[in-house]
């Protein structure tokens, strides 16, 4: 079992950048897809981006294309998601999943 560590959340004003972070202990096979999620207070929890271990194939939320971009470091065991141009709306607590694994989340709020 895929265990996930969520790091990088905090408080960013619009239009400001952050870098999250998940760190994964256990195996992940070539054909995993690894997921990072958001849920937003009172909202339901929505995708946010995902990519393919193997061939990197990545695929985005139509809200956050052209300013998300993921990437992972498969020496590190590392999915990283980096947001740029941060909105308001944006602020949630961050997950990462991969199968039935989630990490515990990471907070992000956008406020000026």
């Known amino acids: 079992q895929v265990q996930l560590v969520e790091s990088g959340g905090g408080l960013v004003q619009p239009g400001g950048s952050l870098r999250l972070s998940c760190t994964a202990s256990?195996?992940?096979?070539?054909?995993?897809?690894i997921f990072w999620y958001r849920q937003a207070p009172g909202k339901v929890r929505e995708f946010v981006a995902s990519?393919?271990?193997?061939?990197?194939?990545?695929d985005y939320n139509d809200s956050v294309k052209g300013r998300f971009r993921i990437s992972r470091d498969a020496a590190k065991n590392t999915i990283d998601l980096e947001m740029n141009s941060l909105e308001p709306e944006d602020t949630a607590v961050y997950y990462c999943?991969?199968?039935?694994?989630w990490g515990q989340g990471t907070q992000v709020t956008v406020s000026s």
């Open positions: 256990g195996t992940i096979y070539a054909l995993d897809r």
């Open positions: 999943n991969v199968h039935s694994a």
């Open positions: 990519i393919t271990w193997r061939n990197n194939k990545k």
